[in-house]
């Protein structure tokens, strides 16, 4: 868990974060918490928002702002309606496009079931897309002179998974290259975009896939020169380089954050 001193490299900027309710979100809200941000969290389950909410006002209880709202990605209604509450606060500054799933049925080119394809597409790339799109809207209303996007990738966007999940890995291509797009596009606006690409975590996320198959795990873990998997917390401290301004000419970046999994033979 994060350490509650307050430090204030993101002290006065509004931030989103969605899927916010655990893993790499929540403690993305925890750090953006310490460092001074204003926080939105986003969540499609209300439950584990309400619990993440209580946990960031536990650890930081300096927070300056810390408020939830529950917003389902794919839908771009609620996406609109999230980062429009931003606006009563001064408008957006970061957005952290976060939430995403890899279902337990995801598997190869024949057995992964259409449905399957559909609804991990449509969280994991429409979600961010959404997401980027508001910000922008967003960004340009308030007339910013800059804002961090930052993106949620993964390694699989970069190295194929020798445990298959097709639907999950082209998902995460497509942010990768949407997310490069776009940072060329804005550049000139003072937009920056990031693809945050995280190997894997232990988060829910993760653990609800490998389930009890040993197999699948010693697959996952024998590609890793650190001997274990990533903490959330070590991708929460990237995400605070790449929303702050010390970051101000990293831009269109996979930001790798792997433990050397991906230079690894
Ligand atoms: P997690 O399952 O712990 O948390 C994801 C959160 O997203 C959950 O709180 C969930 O309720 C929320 N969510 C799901 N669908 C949503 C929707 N439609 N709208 C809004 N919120 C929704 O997962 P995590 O491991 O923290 O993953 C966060 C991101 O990191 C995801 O994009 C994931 O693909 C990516 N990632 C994870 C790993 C890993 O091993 N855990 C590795 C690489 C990339």
Redesign the pocket.
């Known amino acids: 868990m994060a350490a509650t001193t307050p430090r204030g490299r993101l002290q006065g900027k509004n931030a989103i974060i ?9 403690e993305t809200s925890i750090l953006f918490a310490r460092e001074g941000a204003n926080v939105l969290m ?4 209300e439950p ?1 928002l309400a619990k ?1 909410l209580a946990k960031v006002k536990e650890v930081v209880p300096t927070a300056p702002r810390v408020e939830l709202i529950r ?4 839908k771009e209604s ?1 996406v609109q309606a999230m980062v429009e509450s931003q606006d009563s606060w001064g408008g957006t500054d970061v957005i952290f496009n ?5 279902h337990a049925n995801d598997a190869d080119a024949i057995d992964t079931p259409e449905k399957i394809w559909d609804l991990t597409h449509n ?2 790339v429409k ?1 961010v897309w959404f997401g980027s799109k508001h910000a922008v809207l967003s960004l340009r209303r308030h007339k910013k002179a800059r804002g961090s996007i930052i993106n ?5 966007a970069l190295v194929g998974a020798a445990t298959p999940q097709l639907a ?1 890995t082209a998902s ?1 291509g497509a942010v990768l290259a949407m997310t490069r797009e776009l940072a060329i596009v804005h550049a000139r606006e003072g937009f920056r975009f990031n693809a ?11 653990q ?1 896939w490998l389930g009890d198959d040993q197999a699948k795990r010693f697959r996952r873990e024998v590609h890793f020169p650190t001997g274990r ?2 903490e ?1 917390i070590e ?1 929460a401290h990237a995400v605070v380089f790449l929303a702050s301004d010390e970051s101000s000419f990293v831009n269109g970046t996979d930001f790798v954050v792997d433990g050397g999994m991906t230079k690894a033979y």
Do not use: E, H, R
């Open positions: 969605t899927g916010a309710g655990g893993g790499i979100g929540l986003a969540d499609v389950s584990a993440a917003c389902d990605v794919s609620d976060n939430a995403g799933i890899m969280i994991n979600g949620t990738a993964s390694v699989v999950y995460k945050l690409c995280p190997a894997p975590l232990n988060t829910p996320l993760l609800d998997f990533g959330p991708q």
